[in-house]
């Protein structure tokens, strides 16, 4: 559900995967990753998502349906 999410998100702001990566401090590889659900996402990076995108983990995990702003 993660992956999901963030991919919705990210094409929100019509942003590239690369572009999203430099803003996380990571690699164009791991945002895919990250998509695919391939990596699990640290609380780090958890947090780093939550932040930039202005949504609760709640949402990114999948917990909450709704598009929360934090």
């Given at each position: 559900?993660?992956?999901?999410?963030?991919?919705?998100?990210r094409?929100?702001?019509?942003?590239?995967q690369?572009?999203l990566?430099?803003?996380?401090?990571?690699?164009?590889?791991?945002?895919?990753?990250?998509?695919?659900?391939?990596?699990?996402?640290?609380?780090?990076?958890?947090?780093?998502?939550?932040?930039?995108?202005e949504?609760?983990?709640?949402?990114?995990?999948?917990?909450?349906?709704?598009?929360?702003?934090?």
């Amino acid at each position: 559900m993660y992956g999901q999410r963030i991919r919705e998100l990210r094409l929100e702001k019509g942003l590239k995967q690369s572009e999203l990566a430099q803003v996380l401090h990571t690699s164009q590889m791991n945002v895919c990753k990250y998509e695919t659900e391939q990596l699990d996402l640290s609380t780090a990076m958890l947090i780093k998502l939550c932040k930039f995108f202005e949504v609760s983990a709640d949402y990114i995990l999948g917990i909450e349906e709704s598009f929360p702003k934090i």
